[in-house]
């Protein structure tokens, strides 16, 4: 058991479909991350949430709009993606600063 | 900007061969460093991390790993691995100044062989 949940596990969408993707952790902790993970690429930061709000932007396309309600939960929104944006999109919290990431088992994206 | 690079793209060894993992990483200020862990079918999980201090740090299941601050590098090493140790294993760094942003070496993938 990770701490960090993210839902679902797995998601198709078309090119056209809105979609979201849900993260919940349960550590307590007050700083919350996106990652994308592509096969043979370095993990790449997307946006960074510390107490609710956003810190870290890594000029991540507008089809991806993330919100962050609480330091609990940390959504990513999605709209009318790309093939090439189908990946692991992974999800981390942590005390904030420094402190090491706590990642949840991803969200496997495919998009047709 | 940040950069972090990892040496061996597949390791492949017999159980109880020695490892070592290569980490080098470019931001040239203060840093802290991070071995992360994948297991098959599993979620990234710290392995261990350099904040300050002795530049040689143990991590969990007999990890280990050493800081050369003058060769920007952060080896990981493991005296005699086990068929468990089967795993992706990633390099990443925090530097100061960089706010939030950790960034990942592209992994190094061991198999070890029973």
């Known amino acids: 058991e990770t701490g960090v949940t993210q839902t679902p596990r797995h998601l198709v969408m078309g090119m056209t479909n809105k979609k979201s993707l849900k993260c919940e952790q349960h550590l307590g902790h007050n700083a919350m991350y996106w990652y994308k993970q592509s096969a043979k690429k370095p993990l790449e930061l997307m946006f960074v949430?510390?107490?609710?709000?956003?810190?870290e932007n890594n000029s991540v396309p507008s089809r991806f709009s993330p919100e962050c309600p609480n330091s609990s939960h940390l959504f990513l929104h999605l709209h009318t993606l790309q093939p090439e944006d189908s990946a692991l999109y992974l999800c981390?919290?942590?005390?904030?600063?420094?402190?090491?990431?706590?990642f949840g088992n991803g969200t496997r994206l495919t998009v047709t | 900007a940040q950069s972090v690079s990892q040496h061996n793209h597949h390791v492949i060894l017999s159980e109880a061969a020695s490892l070592e993992l290569g980490c080098n990483y470019s931001?040239?200020?203060?840093?802290?460093l991070f071995w992360y862990v994948q297991y098959p079918g599993q979620h990234l999980q710290l392995l261990l991390k350099y904040f300050s201090g002795d530049p040689l740090v143990k991590g969990i299941k007999g990890f280990e790993a050493e800081f050369i601050k003058s060769k920007f590098s952060f080896n990981l090493r493991k005296p005699s691995v086990q068929w468990s140790d089967t795993a992706e294993y990633f390099c990443a760094v925090n530097a100061h100044n960089y706010g939030q942003n950790f960034v990942f070496g592209p992994g190094t993938r061991l198999s070890v062989l029973p």
């Open positions: 981390a919290s942590s005390e904030g600063g420094y402190s090491p990431l706590h």
């Open positions: 931001y040239g200020g203060t840093v802290n």
């Open positions: 949430y510390s107490l609710e709000e956003r810190v």
